[in-house]
C-alpha cells in the first residue's frame, strides 16, 4: 500500500504561483510513476504531468511552459509549481502513483482555485 498526501492548494489570482507537495508513504525509488492530474467540476479527470523514477517528467499541453514536476527522493515527495496560472486551472488536483502491475494509488486531491 501506498498513502499519497497532498499539500499546497488554495485561492489565487489569475498570473499567480502555487506549488503543490505530495508525500509518500514509501520511498519513491519505489514506485515507478509519480504524477498529478486534475478534476474540474462537470469534466473527467485528466493528467497534468508525471515523473518516471529515472526523472523523466510528461506534461499535458496546456501546462507546457507553466508547470514544472518535480521530486525529492530524500523527502518521498513530489512537487507540482505552477505559475502562471489561469481560470481554466482551476480543478482539485490529485497525486497518482503507479507501482509496477498494482492498481493505481491516490490522494485525496486538494483544491487550486484561480479567480480575481
Known amino acids: 500500500q501506498v498513502q499519497l498526501v497532498e499539500s499546497g492548494g488554495g485561492l489565487v489570482q489569475p498570473g499567480g504561483s502555487l506549488r503543490l507537495s505530495c508525500a509518500a508513504s514509501v520511498r519513491l525509488f519505489s514506485i515507478n510513476v509519480m504524477g498529478w492530474y486534475r478534476q474540474a467540476p462537470g469534466r473527467k479527470r485528466e493528467l497534468v504531468a508525471d515523473i518516471t523514477s529515472g526523472a523523466y517528467t510528461n506534461y499535458a499541453d496546456s501546462v507546457k511552459g507553466r508547470f514544472t514536476i518535480s521530486r525529492d527522493n530524500a523527502k518521498n515527495t513530489v512537487y507540482l509549481q505552477m505559475n502562471s496560472l489561469k481560470p481554466e486551472d482551476t480543478a482539485v488536483y490529485y497525486c497518482?502513483?503507479?507501482?509496477?502491475?498494482?492498481?493505481?494509488?491516490w490522494g485525496q486531491g486538494t483544491q487550486v482555485t484561480v479567480s480575481s
Open positions: 497518482n502513483a503507479r507501482v509496477g502491475l498494482l492498481s493505481p494509488f
